[in-house]
């Protein structure tokens, strides 16, 4: 049997016929072109999913199950998108604008970070357990909550931000309205603010030789400066490992997951990155007199995550 999964961002809309062994057969991927009414972009998904099934020599009468994963409050009860920034929905019936373009039976829709959890516990790091959580170290940071096999969405479908449970009190305002935000030191975003506020202190830093420029700024150059023997740098890089391993302490403590897998563009760091980050949270977490701990591993699927997460999401809900 077949499944298709559809990873809708602000960016790209993404499909992909997969097979029960988790690998995948056909790709569409058009253009999400935000912002524009959410009927255009219904078409293109539609449009997306049938690149995927020409690839893959099938048509839906050979598809199991369609599932979407979706950036913001994804109400799985009635298929309304609430809620989405990143591309503009307020209210969008897309479960039924689907169902209606593609011709199929039920639509499953799920968070984006949701599915993309699933997909790491299905074919990814997590495979083989029950509880897991997905950290995203991207623009933001993402997180997924699966318990005993199954999402943790809350009452209201917008449970698990763990990227908005604040580290610092009354510290940098996050783009949500709160102050001290785990987004707002672990993110990409907030590595990359670190950075030029020690480059704009410290101007003899390596880091400006490697940037250039506080424009040309990314995740990778306080981590290069490390490399190069740049105190500076390092500084940086062990400050931004601290936040996320802060981070990773709560969300052990409260939920003691088998597996937390670490993805995102940071995440190509690997033991550069996580190794620093066990110690701190070998040293902070409540439970470390435990025989049994939680392991911190890097993601593997990387953008597919989310497509094989959706494609399954059938299995998961009915």
């Avoid at 209606?100 to 639509?107: A, F, I, N, S, T």
């Avoid at 897998?261 to 620093?276: D, N, Q």
């Amino acid at each position: 049997m077949y499944y298709l999964g559809i990873d809708l961002g602000g960016t790209n809309i993404a499909t992909a016929v997969v097979n029960e062994q988790y690998e995948i057969m056909g790709r569409g991927k058009l253009k999400t072109r935000c912002p524009r009414p959410a009927d255009e972009i219904a078409d293109d998904i539609a449009a997306a999913c049938r690149m995927a099934l020409e690839e893959a020599g099938l048509s839906l009468l050979d598809v199991e199950g369609v599932g979407a994963g979706i950036p913001g409050t994804v109400n799985k009860a009635t298929g309304i998108i609430e809620y989405s920034n990143n591309l503009g929905f307020d209210q969008v019936p897309l479960q039924k604008m689907l169902e209606e373009r593609l011709g199929c039976g039920k639509v499953y829709l799920e968070n984006d970070a949701n599915a993309a959890a699933y997909g790491e516990l299905l074919a990814g790091a997590g495979k083989g357990c029950e509880n897991m959580i997905a950290i995203t170290l991207g623009t933001g940071v993402g997180s997924g909550i699966i318990v005993d096999g199954k999402i943790i969405s809350g009452v209201n479908f917008a449970g698990g931000e763990l990227g908005h449970t604040v580290i610092v009190k009354d510290g940098v305002l996050c783009t949500c309205g709160r102050r001290g935000c785990w987004e707002s030191y672990a993110s990409a975003t907030g590595l990359i603010r670190l950075t030029k506020e020690a480059m704009e202190a410290h101007p003899d830093s390596k880091m400006w030789e490697l940037a250039g420029s506080l424009d040309q700024v990314n995740g990778r150059t306080a981590f290069d400066a490390m490399r190069a023997g740049d105190p500076v740098g390092t500084q940086v890089a062990h400050d931004y490992m601290d936040y996320v391993a802060c981070g990773l302490v709560n969300c052990i403590n409260i939920f003691q997951p088998d597996i937390i897998c670490i993805g995102g563009g940071i995440s190509k760091e690997g033991e550069t990155l996580l190794a620093p980050i066990r110690k701190y949270v070998e040293a902070e977490r409540y439970s470390k007199h435990s025989a049994v701990q939680t392991q911190l591993k890097t993601a593997v699927l990387g953008n597919d995550a989310g497509i094989i997460g959706a494609a399954f999401l059938k299995k998961l809900y009915d």
